[in-house]
């Protein structure tokens, strides 16, 4: 049995011993942590004495000082791709300070290549013309013998020749890529050299040859059927001897990988296959692809091997994937700047993930932190943290990261990425709408978790202040939460502030000083509303009219009032009764002033009665109309409400008449006029009748009785008290009978129903009772003239001293009692990632709102100097805006889009998959909802 199959025996075992007691005690919670703990100590112990029993001291001839941090503690951890560039381009990069960790030089190791094609069903010696083997496919024979280990520093710089090439991993491709992009102006990177720059991959089977020492690679036209000429062309391109540098060190960990698996398994030599990224040798492939095919047929050896190493093939594959990160080959698409642009890649959208994608896309345009994951970023995985993802979010954000900055890349699927964060976030999965800058505070708190540096965070007491200067005190709360987190993240976005709080009573101050990731700034009150309500007077003189009133967005009843009232001209013996109306009926009467206009919704119906001030108290009477619909399924007949209410205040209730003269003088302004064809008799003995009537004089018993058995006759209403829904349980009012309601109260309110009839609905116009419009309907073209906010006045409203509210007590030390205490914020210390969360959405226990208002924030210079508490060599405290997250829409339903800058001060637009260049001056908009700053 091999060494690796007892091993693998071995600790199958020991899994099994570990999880019989784990399902005899499944509800144990110490055998659920003890357990797993003990078994990766186990592990790690046989490793450790394989790694002792297993050593050979030929080892020693091949090792090399590489990095081992792309070796991941799990084996389900995907590890670094391999990328073969060209040794001049990589040379720049790090004598340039492209790549971090080459500052000091990076060790590689050198091969001499010997190159051999095979030419398909032909094997062609170079000693003779006779034909050796029958092959089913043209292939490519590399042979890597071991030279030396060098470095790129001093006079070694120079070593390589122009046509060596290079093998890096994953972060030493990508930190030297986005140097070279840095370094030249994007147009002319693209337009001089974007051709030259193509990335695609190769399938190679690597095998070690004990024989002569020497790693062999065999590029194969079967497993490369598209890229098989474009590979073949970089080896075979030239005469001479091919040099490789190998400074990744992941050959070297093959190699030595296939010499234990040769000694273990008898074979004389074993296959891996795996792929190979190549990059930055399109010239190259286009010089091989104007060549003839029969030039190549004679051009079999570039540089001719002894016979004693011509390599062997046994024909025996090992299919093990050491890259099954690497993404299958790139299809080059045309996005705005072509296939070299890096950074311009979108992000698909898998279902209301926009407020996802547009998270993203600000992040991967943080210059700082795009370096840090283009980098070695793997190195500083915390795998231990309780609090963190074991490595697999900071994992999934960095292998994101790189496909939207690889070249050439079509917009980018994040399946991968959201499957990830619903794992341990489940309010993030499925489908639904989420809040950007809530999915932006998740991502950063995961990702610092995952990258925090400091593996035991040590327990440290907080100790009080004892009058000890601000100075103090601050450095030393900051002190204390670095010494328990430590990362990217804290070193980009972590600010601190200083928060104090004095007690009402005894003035007691408490003063902490606590970091923060961000911002969240409220939009303060001088944000204006525009309502519309209908003003309808209730001494019968006007028609009901909309009045259209501007008032603070966060503002009160009374604050509804009082412009109300100067847009009415309300006289001093006048006063409003505003009601909501729902449903032809009055659902509430707004009373409260300090009720906040929060509560009422665009789409609400607000009607202001003006009522005279000398009959308050008197019995409010409200009127509600109904008229009978024509049935045919029906016999009984049924009724409809129509119109708004009229409100009135009464104190005479003796007899139905003196309510049916009430509801006459409310209904005066909506008489319709006389028709012209009303004959001339009919105007005079309307005249007389009208004449009679003035002259009857009053006090006259028998005139009285007269009169209210006319009206009585000629009345074309029914009137009925309402006492429930039921319209069995309605009282009806008789003209010449009391009404037939208990003692009214002081200001109670009457509900009446009245009853139209076919006829008096032809006398007036009920057309304009049903003319009701919203507080304020909502169109495309809504942008009113409203004061933009300035972005300081936030800052401003930020930092302003208030009380805590009733919920939020706090218990003073010194009155040993809860107290509303006065709360005070101050910046500190500010990051050099400033991210600020404009507060548009606002919730109550009652309602939820979005505050459309438009911030004018700056873009070039946002300076917050005088905001920070002054101290010794302080230095200015300047940003520049580089990124925006946008929010157009309201709460049912919205989108999510992202402005970034990108290269040379170039704005650009991430809608989802599409990327499209903007100005500047279209980033300011009333959708921006948080905002991206870096320190200048």
Not at 308 to 333: C, E, L, Q
Not at 645 to 670: A, C, M, Q, W, Y
Not at 732 to 752: A, G, R, S, T, W
Request: glycine share 6%; charged share 25%; hydrophobic share 35%.
């Amino acid at each position: 049995m091999s060494h690796s199959s007892k091993r693998t025996t071995i600790t199958a075992a020991i899994n099994r011993a570990l999880r019989l007691p784990v399902l005899l005690r499944l509800y144990d919670k110490t055998a659920h942590f003890i357990f797993p703990l003990l078994r990766r100590l186990i592990s790690k112990s046989i490793r450790f004495m394989d790694s002792i029993l297993y050593y050979n001291e030929d080892d020693d001839l091949y090792s090399t000082p590489f990095d081992h941090s792309f070796l991941a503690p799990s084996f389900s951890d995907p590890v670094e791709s391999i990328f073969l560039v060209p040794f001049r381009w990589w040379k720049e990069a790090v004598c340039g300070g492209g790549v971090v960790d080459g500052a000091s030089g990076v060790g590689g190791v050198l091969y001499n290549t010997t190159v051999q094609l095979n030419v398909a069903g032909k094997y062609r010696d170079n000693d003779d013309d006779n034909f050796i083997g029958v092959f089913g496919d043209s292939e490519v024979l590399v042979a890597m013998s071991r030279q030396e280990e060098s470095g790129i520093s001093g006079e070694e710089a120079d070593s390589g020749g122009e046509g060596d090439l290079a093998l890096v991993s994953e972060w030493m491709f990508f930190s030297a890529l986005k140097w070279h992009y840095d370094m030249k102006d994007v147009e002319s990177f693209l337009r001089e050299e974007g051709s030259a720059y193509e990335l695609f991959s190769s399938q190679i089977r690597l095998s070690y040859v004990r024989e002569t020492r020497q790693l062999v690679i065999k590029i194969s036209q079967k497993d490369n059927e598209v890229g098989f000429a474009k590979a073949r062309s970089i080896f075979c391109a030239k005469c001479g001897v091919l040099q490789v540098w190998d400074f990744s060190g992941q050959t070297n960990q093959l190699f030595v990988a296939d010499k234990n698996s040769y000694m273990g398994s008898g074979q004389s030599d074993e296959e891996i296959l795996l792929e190979l990224q190549i990059y930055g040798l399109s010239s190259t492939i286009r010089d091989e692809e104007r060549r003839n095919d029969d030039m190549a047929v004679e051009q079999s050896w570039v540089d001719e091997p002894s016979s004693s190493s011509s390599p062997r093939m046994n024909g025996s594959v090992d299919k093990v994937n050491f890259f099954s990160r690497v993404p299958p080959p790139f299809a080059f698409n045309s996005s705005f700047y072509g296939p070299g642009a890096l950074g311009l890649t979108g992000l698909h959208n898998l279902g209301n993930t926009c407020f996802m994608n547009s998270a993203i896309q600000c992040l991967v345009h943080t210059p700082k932190l795009v370096d840090y994951f283009l980098g070695n970023f793997r190195k500083d995985l915390n795998y231990e943290n309780p609090l963190g993802m074991n490595g697999k979010l900071a994992i999934a954000f960095g292998d994101l990261l790189r496909k939207l900055w690889t070249p050439g890349a079509t917009p980018v699927s994040p399946r991968m990425f959201k499957s990830t964060i619903s794992s341990f976030a489940p309010r993030f999965s499925g489908y639904n709408q989420h809040d950007s800058q809530e999915f932006l505070s998740f991502l950063l708190d995961g990702l610092h978790e995952d990258l925090n540096r400091v593996k035991m965070k040590p327990y440290i007491e907080t100790k009080d202040d004892d009058s000890r200067p601000d100075e103090e005190v601050a450095d030393e709360y900051w002190k204390n939460h670095l010494c328990r987190n430590d990362s990217v993240i804290v070193d980009l976005y972590q600010g601190q502030y200083r928060s104090m709080l004095v007690c009402p009573v005894c003035k007691k101050l408490s003063t902490t000083f606590d970091p923060f990731m961000y911002l969240s700034l409220p939009l303060p009150s001088s944000t204006l509303r525009k309502m519309t309500l209908t003003v309808l007077s209730s001494d019968g003189t006007t028609l009901p009219h909309p009045v259209v009133v501007t008032v603070p967005d966060d503002g009160t009843f009374k604050d509804l009032v009082v412009a109300l009232g100067e847009a009415c001209s309300l006289r001093h013996n006048e006063t409003f009764l505003i009601a909501e109306i729902f449903n032809n009926s009055i659902l509430r009467v707004l009373e409260d002033p300090d009720d906040s206009l929060g509560l009422i919704r665009d789409n609400d119906q607000l009607v202001a009665y003006i009522l005279p001030t000398e009959m308050d108290g008197s019995p409010l009477v409200v009127f509600m109309h109904q008229q009978e619909e024509k049935s045919f399924i029906h016999s009984s007949p049924s009724f409809k409400k129509f119109g708004i209410p009229l409100v009135t205040r009464i104190s005479d209730f003796s007899k139905g008449s003196e309510i049916h003269k009430e509801f006459l003088k409310l209904l005066n302004p909506f008489i319709l006029p006389v028709e012209e064809s009303l004959n001339d008799a009919s105007r005079k003995r309307a005249h007389e009748d009208e004449e009679l009537e003035d002259t009857v004089p009053d006090g006259t018993a028998n005139s009285n009785n007269e009169t209210e058995n006319d009206l009585d006759a000629h009345c074309s209403f029914e009137y009925y008290v309402e006492n429930g829904k039921s319209h069995s349980n309605w009282s009806k009012i008789e003209m010449d009978e009391p009404v037939p309601i208990p003692i009214p109260k002081l200001n109670q309110q009457i509900d009446m129903i009245v009853s139209w009839s076919e006829k008096s609905i032809q006398e007036y116009d009920t057309s304009i009772l049903s003319m009701l419009p919203e507080v304020y309907r909502t169109t495309f073209s809504s942008k009113w003239n409203q004061d933009s906010i300035s972005l300081y006045k936030c800052v401003d409203a930020f930092l302003k001293e208030e009380p805590l509210g009733p919920d939020d007590m706090w218990y003073c030390p010194n009155c040993k009692e809860h107290r509303q205490a006065i709360k005070k914020l101050d910046l500190w210390r500010l990051p050099d990632i400033l991210v600020i969360h404009l507060k548009r959405f606002s919730y109550t226990r009652f309602f939820k709102n979005k505050l459309e208002a438009f911030v004018d924030f700056p873009i070039d210079d946002f300076d917050l100097s005088n905001y920070v508490i002054p101290k010794n060599n302080m230095p200015r405290h300047r940003y520049k805006l580089y990124a925006v997250s946008n929010h157009y829409g309201g709460l049912g339903g919205g989108h999510y889009t992202a402005f970034a800058k990108h290269g040379l001060d170039r704005w650009f637009e991430f809608d989802d998959g599409r990327v499209f260049g903007v100005t500047e001056e279209q980033i300011k908009t009333q959708a921006a909802y948080v905002l991206f700053y870096k320190r200048i």
